[in-house]
């Protein structure tokens, strides 16, 4: 697996109209069997900022089998306004001896 980080400064489009536009794109991430997953983050301190992560099989996943397959132009065409305000796009191996996440609590409040 790989993760692609996409980095957003908004300087021409809303938060708004970035979440729309991914909201419609996902449905083409979802369908390709290369992504495994992705989550669109919005900076707490500044909302003009975003960060797109998407799990691929592998770059080669992405690059070849996304880039060049059917789900491919329907989704650029969603996040193409978007593509100028990018400020990092990049592809990172996860360092599993340096991860960590707390398992949720169960049931309840407080």
């Known amino acids: 697996m790989i993760v692609e980080y996409i980095r957003y400064s908004l300087g021409t489009h809303t938060p ?8 419609a794109a996902g449905a083409f991430l979802s ?3 290369e992504c495994l ?11 003009q900022a975003f960060v797109l992560r998407i799990e691929w099989t592998s ?3 992405h ?3 996304f880039r060049k397959g059917p789900h491919f132009p329907p989704f650029l065409a969603a996040i ?8 990092e796009m990049r592809h990172y191996h996860v360092i599993p001896s340096v991860a ?3 398992a ?3 049931g309840g409040s407080g």
Do not use: K, N
């Open 100 to 102: 960590w996440t707390r």
């Open 31 to 33: 369908a390709a069997p």
């Open 59 to 61: 770059a080669d996943g």
């Open 16 to 23: 708004g109209e970035l979440m729309e536009a991914y909201a």
């Open 80 to 87: 193409r306004a978007f593509v100028p305000e990018i400020s």
């Open 37 to 47: 997953g992705f989550e669109l983050t919005q900076c707490a301190e500044d909302a």
């Open 104 to 106: 949720p609590h169960g």
């Open 63 to 65: 690059l070849l089998g």
